[in-house]
């Protein structure tokens, strides 16, 4: 990875694009693209795509990541000027509190911390319980609430204020690595894609919103590209950690044969509905496998192996060349 990719990479983990606010980061990409891309368009849920033109005959090939993060939202602002918020997406409540964040405003972004009662006024099994969001709060120094209202309006989001830090060797760590690594590495493939004699098919990059949310992105994106083959790029658990019970994933990336037939990975046929219905769990592929919509009913699905997923820190080794080569 180059110097100029590391920068691109720090700035699109950076730009602050919670479920359903993932502008920040969709502009980043199209600017990426633009110039490259044959075509590029944004749906009405803001799915953007890239196409390149194969030369005829060829399948049309999806390649496909979420650009969207875990955040949170301004739900009410009380008389002392205390904002209550709740989560956007899978966040742990464990790890919120104490943290800073940093609220996008139509003014630009306000600072806070999340707070809580003090361990200090706890007594016996409450120093244990996890503290729900609906008792913490994010404190932004104000002294009531018309001083908060003047610079925070319900419905704001709200993200970690947390940055891009080298660690030892070649790893670093960062919020939104979930999955606007994926996303890099979609970004990546395509622009080398671009850069070589064209295939035959169409080559379709995708990045799609809303998935911590309820994969709300990657079925109309499915929809929206009518791809044969789709590939879709998410992160996977690390086993290099202490945690018990992860799975198994020996090398990176995993990669897993991700139809909703096993017998479509044999059989070329399109997919039923009763096979999307079977489809699940919290992955974009699912959302993707549930459109029925390939017409070999073919997906690969990568995982790319990160640790502390769904934190305000997790980890990842952007700049070691993968074994299975790649950036």
């Known amino acids: 990875m180059t110097a100029e990719e590391f920068d691109f990479l720090v700035r699109l983990l950076e730009a602050p694009s919670p479920s359903g606010y ?9 600017e990426r693209l633009d110039g490259v891309a044959d075509s590029i368009e944004v749906d009405m849920l803001g799915n953007l795509y890239a196409t390149l033109k194969g030369s005829g005959g060829g399948p049309r090939v999806m390649l496909t990541a979420h650009c969207d993060e875990i955040g949170f939202l301004v739900r009410h602002i009380d008389e002392r000027g205390f904002i209550w918020f709740a989560p956007i997406g899978g966040v742990d409540p464990h790890l919120s509190p ?4 940093s609220i996008q405003t139509a003014s630009g972004p306000v600072a806070g911390v999340v707070g809580k009662k003090a361990i200090h006024q706890m007594e016996g099994a409450e120093k244990d319980r996890v503290i729900p969001f609906t008792e ?3 404190d932004i120094g104000a002294v009531d609430a018309d001083e908060a209202r003047r610079l925070v309006a319900i419905g704001d989001p709200v993200v970690f204020a947390s940055r891009v830090e080298r660690l030892c060797g070649e790893r670093i760590a960062s919020r939104a690595l979930d999955d606007k690594m994926g996303a890099y590495l979609v970004l ?3 622009l080398d894609l671009a850069g070589q004699q064209r295939l035959a098919g169409d080559v379709c990059a995708v990045f799609t919103v809303q998935e911590e949310v309820g994969l709300r992105g990657a079925g109309p994106a499915a929809w929206g590209a009518e791809p044969d083959v789709a590939f879709v790029v998410e992160i996977g658990h690390g086993t290099d950690t202490p945690c018990p019970r992860c799975p198994s994933y ?3 990336p995993a990669r897993q044969r991700a139809s909703a037939d096993p017998w479509a990975q044999r059989q070329p046929r399109p997919l039923r509905p009763a096979d999307a219905r079977r489809a699940g769990g919290g992955h974009p592929a699912a959302g993707t496998r549930r459109t029925a919509r390939y017409r070999y009913g073919c997906q690969g699905d990568s995982a790319e192996p990160r640790r502390s997923r769904h934190r305000p820190g997790q980890g990842a080794d952007p700049l070691r060349p993968h074994p299975l080569g790649g950036p």
């Open 250 to 252: 020996r090398r990176c």
């Open 22 to 30: 993932e502008t920040p980061a969709r502009r980043l990409l199209r």
């Open 188 to 190: 990546r493939a395509f």
């Open 136 to 138: 913490q709060f994010i």
């Open 98 to 101: 104490g943290q800073r964040v």
